[in-house]
């Protein structure tokens, strides 16, 4: 994918959801996020996850501290089967929350 095209991916990703939330992000979105949300790098080296209410992440493109992208893929299954769902995606970007948020 052009680095553009995953660039406007990202942002799509960041503006999707609510504002003023516990986000954990991956290192490329981090700075679309409002200055409203408290913000997690996501942390490959975390064991286990950091459980926020929102997750976006990518799974098409390297993120900072995970070693490889299918490190981020089992971290996305580690958090659906911990009950997350995903609740938009785009471009390999997933907005995931845990269960009992609603917003």
Request: aromatic share 4%.
């Amino acid at each position: 994918m052009a680095p553009q095209l995953e660039q406007e991916d990202g942002v799509l990703a960041a503006n999707h959801g609510p504002n003023n939330v516990v986000v954990e992000a991956a290192s490329n979105v981090v700075p679309q996020l409002t200055s409203g949300d408290t913000v997690l790098l996501r942390d490959g080296d975390a064991d286990p996850p950091l459980y926020p209410d929102r997750v976006l992440t990518c799974t098409s493109d390297g993120e900072f501290t995970f070693p490889t992208i299918e490190d981020q893929v089992s971290r996305v299954r580690l958090l659906k089967d911990h009950g997350c769902v995903t609740v938009y995606s785009v471009g390999g970007y997933l907005v995931m929350r845990k269960p009992g948020i609603r917003r």
